[in-house]
């Protein structure tokens, strides 16, 4: 069995069907949630707006059928102490039926697992802003310290990058809340986190003893303390000597919630060691397990979003080699005909969506870009760049069906093509594509692009099957999309969808 997993889907059901109890060391989460919203509005749950505003995000968090589900199951779950059903029972009379209150059941019910696969030595972060904070450490609280477990620390980390208002004081820093399973029983590697000793800060002397090594005293009492340099300082509570990735960080991998690696590493360092097992449940862009991967620890990552699984595979291959994937087990990426159905016939809107990313980033091996756009996506699902010396860069649109297909759908996708100017376009179907549909799109003629040496039907189909088959995009394109499309955005106009 293969000791690192990346599964590509719904956290609570992964850790419930494949995470065992008490097999893992640490677990770091940085759930997304959208900060710059104003909390009244969700107070007094103003329905349009409320849902406006939920839905301007990736992981929407909306009161609905699903969250009145999950609501039920914690007050049926033995894994949910009594005091965290109260406490939901109690912010729901106070901030009602909203986004909150679905967000908090839907964090509430994934700690609670996290708790349960953490051994007993086990320890757990949650990286949150301080707009949610308090509501999740009443959480946290409820869960962890009501069964033998501890709040540790609050860390308070400080950053510069962003931008400053002139209307309130500039909000520079995220909270890490970080707790323990056993609250006497815990790893703690503290001489591995140590910064060098700041001697400009001290008033005591820097002196030298008989072995010729540095330190500086405090006399307490009459008695000597040796403070040796070499012997460093754990960091304080409030983390400043770690700072958020700017733009032109090497890091950046055009992730907006990207975290830097060295906050990962004190982390992982500090809760773990080598061949001890990282879990992140929410692995975004994949800082965790790549850092998890450097310090000799075993990992687990679980995303909902096919764009983050491709950029984890992508970053995790760059930065290792092939051979990391090779001796990792990839879950819930459709391998087969039917788990390609499975994934494309999901009741919910949210994650049957990823059906067409899965299609288009495995298709253009992650480098075209997903059309986002809520509502009419104007027949686009997404787009990819070749550049040529006479046309300058242009699009290559994809579209996908996981229905019945027929020649009106090569028809709609031949017209957008035309309509948008682009080199071409990709038409990715479930089914097998009829007669018709394969001689219309033959008609459509070739691609006119000095980049593309060789005829290539301006439409072209490719199946579902093909696509498991290995069939993969060989035009020459001009970005990697999943890494620079931030940074290209605003120079190029045409790198948006609107």
Known sequence: MKENKLFYGDNLDVMRKYIGDETIDLCYIDPPFNSSRNYNQIYNNVGKDDTAQAQAFVDTWTWNDIAEDSFRDIHNNPLCPLKVV??????????????????????????????????PTGSFYLHCDP???????????????????????????????????????????????????????????????RLARDTSTMHEPVLTDEEGRQYQRNIKNGKEYRYYLTHGVLPNDYWIDIQALNPAAKERLGYPTQKPEAL????????????????????GCGTTVAVAQRLKRKWIGIDITYQSISLILKRLEDTYGREVLDNAELNGIPRDMESAAALAQKEDDRTRKEFEKWVVLTYSNNQARINEQKGSDKGIDGMAFIAGADAGTQKVLFSVKSGKVSVSHVRDLRGTVEREGAAGGILITLSPPTKDM????????????????RKIHKIKI?????????????????????????????KNKDLDFE
């Open 86 to 119: 109260h406490l939901l029972d109690g912010l729901m009379a106070v901030i009602g039926r909203g986004s909150l209150l679905a967000y908090l059941v839907s964090i509430t019910q994934r700690v609670a697992e996290i708790r349960r696969v953490l051994k």
């Open 131 to 193: 707009t949610a904070s308090h509501y999740l450490k009443l959480v946290l609280d409820c869960v962890f310290c009501e069964k033998s477990g501890d709040f540790v620390n609050e860390i308070v980390w400080c950053y510069e990058t962003g931008g400053r208002s002139n209307n309130f004081f500039p909000r520079k820093h995220d909270v890490i809340f970080f707790y323990t399973k056993d609250a006497k029983n815990f790893t703690f590697n503290d001489a591995d986190i």
């Open 462 to 490: 490719v199946t579902v099957g093909e696509l498991l088959d290995g069939e993969r995009m060989t035009l020459p394109l001009a970005y990697e999309v999943l890494k620079k499309a931030q940074r290209e955005r605003g």
């Open 264 to 283: 990962l590493e004190r982390i992982i360092k500090a809760s773990s060691n080598e061949g001890n097992t990282v879990l992140d449940a929410y692995c």
């Open 438 to 453: 394969i001689a219309e799109a033959a008609s459509a003629g070739n691609m006119e692009n000095a980049a593309v040496s």
